[in-house]
């Protein structure tokens, strides 16, 4: 069974050590790549520079507060290219202020989660991510 690649973007240190070890107890195979800045994230996506070599992400978490370049630009980038429109991207992010959920669907976002703040139930956030998106759905090659 093929690894599914999942792209963690995330600059908190806590929550990727969270997502980690979630996916880690997980009986889905999985490769997580993790950048911490929406610049990279766009590198990433688009293979420039270090990450020319990568391989596509099967689906992406993104944060929406990132240095550099924000989710909601990542997520313009992103769905505005024919080449990465159909990556499935869910926003995992602490904000649930109405218009960052707005912005996040009218730019294409496959999801939009709120990170729960009780460390159990953000693992069971990223068990159901992991149920949905990489076990139930269909994902595009």
């Known amino acids: 069974m093929k690894k599914i690649h999942v792209l963690l ?60 370049k924000n989710g909601h630009q990542v997520l ?6 024919d080449d990465t429109r159909n990556i499935p991207i869910i926003v995992l992010t602490t904000s649930d202020a109405q218009q960052d959920i707005n912005k996040a669907y009218f730019n294409y976002a496959n999801s939009y989660i709120t990170k729960p703040l009780d ?3 953000f ?9 949905f998106w990489l076990e139930l759905a269909k994902l595009s090659k």
């Open 123 to 131: 693992v069971v956030a990223i068990q159901q991510i992991e149920g």
């Open 9 to 68: 973007v995330e600059d908190n240190e806590g929550d990727i050590l969270l997502t980690t070890e979630a996916f880690e107890e997980s009986a889905i195979p999985t490769k997580l790549s993790i950048v911490k800045n929406g610049e990279e994230a766009i590198d990433f996506l688009f293979k420039r520079g270090r990450y020319k070599d990568v391989e596509r992400p099967d689906l992406v978490l993104l944060d929406i507060n990132l240095p550099i």
């Open 119 to 121: 460390i159990k139930e």
């Open 76 to 81: 313009m980038e992103v769905k505005s290219n």
